[in-house]
């Protein structure tokens, strides 16, 4: 497939046309960012290892039945994605309490949540990713109630599958972020799934291996995602 021009640039990717309306390319840049962008920053290799993370992600996902738009990796930093229309909402699953939730309701880091939280964010930086219901999604149009259900019960069955996935590599699965779009008219997996997305501790340590050594100027950012990658099998 052919790449054409760039269509969209994100905080850490950027979206190609190709000469399938269909299909667009995802290029996984160096660029890391956090606090919707007031934190940026290169890490080396960060782009390729995500790109790579998210292809064995998805692929994983796919094969468990799970609709994703991931098509294949095409090179080091770039996959051929399906052309998705994207639900501006960000859907979160907290198996244990951390980051933000413990900053609104003043409950313990690293709490255990039986049964897991979700929650609905408005992808919106401007507006620092506001949490969000149902209600919102429905009155202002984000999405179809029917779909809204449909991206709930997804990312309930990516929670089952992933948190067994990292606990059997010694991991503990503390919360994580999808996002879905619509490709022909169903609710698919879109974006990526990759430590840049997700918290991940070492089930032993509590070691952090994710965006959170990024955000607090841990150190050995991109060093955790290989390590996390390693563990799961992910060729680099
Ligand atoms: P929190 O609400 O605690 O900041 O985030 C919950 C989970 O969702 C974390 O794993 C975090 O990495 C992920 N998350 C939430 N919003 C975003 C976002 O805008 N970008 C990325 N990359 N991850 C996010």
Redesign the pocket.
């Known amino acids: 497939m052919e790449k054409r021009q760039e269509l969209y640039a994100g905080k850490a990717k950027s979206v190609y046309t190709t000469d399938n309306d269909d299909y667009v390319i995802l290029s996984f840049r160096d660029d890391t960012s956090a606090f919707d962008g007031e934190k940026i920053e290169q890490l080396s290799r960060k782009g390729e290892v995500n790109n790579k993370f998210n292809a064995f992600i998805m692929e994983y996902l796919s094969n468990a039945g799970i609709p994703t738009h991931f098509e294949k990796l095409l090179n080091a930093n770039e996959s051929l994605v399906k052309n998705m229309q994207m639900i501006p909402v ?1 859907c ?1 699953v907290r198996n244990v309490a ?4 413990c900053r609104r309701l003043g409950v313990d880091d690293g709490l255990e949540l039986n049964p897991p939280v979700f929650e609905f ?1 408005l992808k919106n930086d401007a507006l620092h ?1 506001p949490m969000i219901n149902e209600f919102h999604i429905e009155t202002f149009g984000w999405a179809k109630s029917e779909d809204v259900s449909t991206m709930k019960q997804l990312t309930f069955n990516v929670n089952e599958l992933l948190s067994k996935l990292f606990a059997d590599a010694g991991m503990i699965l503390v ?3 999808l996002e879905f779009g619509l490709f022909k008219g169903d609710v698919v997996l879109g974006d990526e799934f990759s430590p ?4 991940l501790w070492d089930a032993e340590t509590r070691k952090k291996l ?2 959170d050594r990024f955000r607090q100027g841990l150190g050995g950012v991109i060093e955790a995602y290989e390590e996390v990658a390693r563990r799961i099998g992910v060729p680099l």
């Open positions: 960000e979160v951390s980051g933000s939730l964010f990713d919360d994580y972020k840049d997305g997700c918290r994710d965006k």
